[in-house]
T-cell receptor
Framework: NAGVTQTPKFQVLKTGQSMTLQCAQDMNHEYMSWYRQDPGMGLRLIHYSVGAGITDQGEVPNGYNVSRSTTEDFPLRLLSAAPSQTSVYFC?????????????FGEGSRLTVL | GQQVMQIPQYQHVQEGEDFTTYCNSSTTLSNIQWYKQRPGGHPVFLIQLVKSGEVKKQKRLTFQFGEAKKNSSLHITATQTTDVGTYFCAGPLYNQGGKLIFGQGTELSVKP
């Protein structure tokens, strides 16, 4: 099994450009989430989903959009990139939601906004 | 708002020394999870604690959940170079199903 797959692994954007970080899981997990990781800040929750068609905001949702049309996919969209969005982004999924149960992380997407 | 705080931020030890990281929540947690992230890697689940006062061991790693379910600790006995990485605790936000909040992490370096 591939687990959680994120693409791209690296991306450089200019301020104002848009892009989508892709996340797919093949474990039939209902719960999926996006975190960003910045030095000294730990992992901060951006958006999450408890099932297809259901999404909600995390700690730092501004500047990001998500959708969940299928169980497998949970893309993260940056509509107008800003330098403050330079970060490492992790997608994670879990069989159980509600903050219970092991989170499986993708390998991360490193984004630089110039 | 609810926070999960972790200390210390960094810890440098000599191989063979013990290591402890502490996690504190501003509110009672239904459970707490611990993850390890190797340099350049992604977080990997280590364990989940659910019961008040729970203690679990994984070889040289000992995890504790406080009696009030507001704090937790991870203790590593006789560190090895393979223990290098950042250790995170994480807990669910009260009454906000789906929001798993992470502490800032403790970065462990081990001198051989």
């Amino acid at each position: 099994n591939a687990g959680v797959t994120q693409t791209p692994k690296f991306q450089v954007l200019k301020t104002g450009q848009s892009m989508t970080l892709q996340c797919a899981q093949d474990m039939n997990h209902e719960y999926m989430s996006w975190y960003r990781q910045d030095p000294g800040m730990g992992l901060r929750l951006i958006h999450y989903s408890v099932g297809a068609g259901i999404t909600d905001q995390g700690e730092v949702p501004n500047g990001y959009n998500v959708s969940r049309s299928t169980t497998e996919d949970f893309p993260l969209r940056l509509l107008s990139a800003a330098p403050s969005q330079t970060s490492v982004y992790f997608c994670a999924s879990s069989y159980l939601g509600g903050g219970t149960g092991e989170l499986f992380f993708g390998e991360g997407s490193r984004l630089t906004v110039l | 708002g609810q926070q999960v705080m972790q200390i210390p931020q960094y810890q440098h030890v000599q191989e063979g020394e013990d290591f402890t990281t502490y996690c504190n929540s501003s509110t009672t947690l239904s459970n707490i999870q611990w993850y390890k992230q190797r340099p350049g890697g992604h977080p990997v689940f280590l364990i989940q604690l659910v019961k008040s006062g729970e203690v679990k061991k994984q070889k040289r790693l000992t995890f504790q959940f406080g009696e009030a379910k507001k704090n937790s600790s991870l203790h590593i006995t006789a560190t090895q170079t393979t223990d290098v990485g950042t250790y995170f605790c994480a807990g669910p936000l009260y009454n906000q199903g789906g929001k798993l909040i992470f502490g800032q992490g403790t970065e462990l370096s081990v001198k051989p």
